[in-house]
């Protein structure tokens, strides 16, 4: 990804919690988000996170955004193996709203039952 | 109730051909995009169009044309296509330019 950057893969066994983390450079970006791309199919816009939060809980999905560290997180509790997929962040890059998306390059979340 | 579709899912064509690609949103949003995806799946913004002016154009060549007859489409005409073309196209909307984006399917091009 373009300054966004994930780690490549993660594996973990069903029932325990997934943390995906992400690092960005733009300071001024208004909206963090997370999308979920299963196999084959499209983007699913999962979660976003406001800059001016630094939580945001969503039944199974926490989102943490530490903006001193430009660090944003997704935590998965009790995965499941319907949660294998790959789990892109992205920020809303430049400050005249241009819309433009900037992607981290994936990671791919692998649940062993 | 698609909420952003394309059409089509898949496109198979020759080297050297012209193809289009088409995309509709019916959530009533202003502005609608053109993503691509290469084979290690890295996304890269194309194009953006809001209520059908063009707002980014991320440096992509001009045998890509976007072209936006209403605020509900966003079509993508590529010419001359090339080996590298090969990828999938997202088109996506958002109700504006600084709100989440809604995807599509996606657009899965192949060229020969």
């Known amino acids: 990804g373009e300054d966004v950057e994930q780690s490549l893969f993660l594996s973990v066994r069903e029932g325990d919690s997934s943390v995906i983390n992400c690092t960005y450079t733009d300071s001024s970006s208004t909206y963090l988000y997370w999308y979920k791309q299963e196999p084959g199919a499209g983007l699913q816009l999962l979660t976003y996170i406001f800059s001016n939060m630094d939580m945001k809980q969503d039944q199974r999905l926490t989102v943490l955004l530490n903006k001193k560290d430009k660090h944003l997180s997704l935590r998965i509790a009790d995965t499941q193996t319907g949660d294998s997929a790959i789990y892109f962040c992205a920020e809303s890059r430049g400050s005249s709203n241009t819309g433009k998306l900037i992607f981290g390059q994936g990671t791919t979340l692998q649940v062993k039952p | 109730d698609t909420a952003v579709s394309q059409t089509p899912k898949y496109l198979v064509t020759q080297m050297g051909n012209d193809k289009s690609i088409k995309c509709e949103q019916n959530?009533?949003?202003?502005?609608m995009y053109w993503y691509k995806q290469d084979s290690k799946k890295f996304l890269k913004i194309m194009f953006s169009y809001n209520n059908k002016e063009l707002i980014i154009n991320e440096t992509v060549p001009n045998r890509f044309s976007p072209k936006s007859p209403d605020k509900a489409h966003l079509n993508l005409h590529i010419n001359s296509l090339e080996l590298g073309d090969s990828a999938v196209y997202f088109c996506?909307?958002?109700?504006?330019?600084?709100?989440?984006?809604?995807f599509g399917d996606g657009t899965r091009l192949s060229i020969l």
């Open positions: 996506a909307s958002s109700e504006s330019s600084n709100q989440p984006q809604h």
């Open positions: 959530l009533g949003h202003d502005t």
